[in-house]
């Protein structure tokens, strides 16, 4: 694994450690805080998942969102957050390290046209150019995200 002037091979046993925290907090009947956080801390030495580019990089990562979502009607309900990462990445030699914070923020609506139906938009801004990929049929990823969809629900109702 690597190049000809540095090769090593993949460690047999590595360690992962993962969390997740959503926390809902009501302020009156139609405006609710909302907290989540997710961080991870796995073997240094675990080179696939500590460049999972589906989460911040590096063996050590946070990454929190802080919402307030407003229920504008019984039907419509927007939630402008803020979000803040953590990384802590190895540098190329292999013993020294790179710590690195990210902030941004965006915007999360609904639209529920029945109880089976919704649109759903989502924007945000972080400026950590390592996100999910925006693309589907490429590698591409970005500091801004745009969503415009629809949710479909088949034998539920919406929450």
């Known amino acids: 694994f690597g190049s000809s002037a540095f090769a090593t091979a993949l460690p047999s046993a590595v360690w992962r450690v993962r969390g997740r925290v959503d926390w ?11 907290v989540f956080a ?15 580019g589906s989460r911040p990089l590096g063996n ?27 990384s802590r990445t190895l540098d190329e030699d292999g013993f020294s390290s790179s710590k690195n914070f990210f902030f941004g923020g965006g915007a999360e609506t609904y639209l ?12 945000s801004y972080l400026d950590n150019e390592n996100r999910p990929s925006i693309r589907i049929d490429e590698d591409l990823h970005g500091q801004h995200m745009f969503y415009l969809g629809m ?3 088949l034998g539920a109702t919406r929450r």
Request: proline share 3%; aromatic share 14%; hydrophobic share 35%.
């Open 112 to 123: 529920h046209l029945g109880e089976s139906v919704s649109l759903h938009g989502y924007y």
């Open 38 to 52: 997710t961080g991870g801390w796995q073997d240094e030495k675990d080179r696939l998942w500590n460049t999972d």
């Open 24 to 34: 809902c907090i009501p302020a009156t009947e139609s405006i609710t805080w909302e």
């Open 60 to 86: 050590q990562w946070a990454d929190v969102h802080v919402r307030l979502r407003l229920d504008l009607s019984n039907s419509w309900s927007v939630a402008p957050f803020v979000q803040g990462q953590f």
């Open 151 to 153: 949710v479909l629900r």
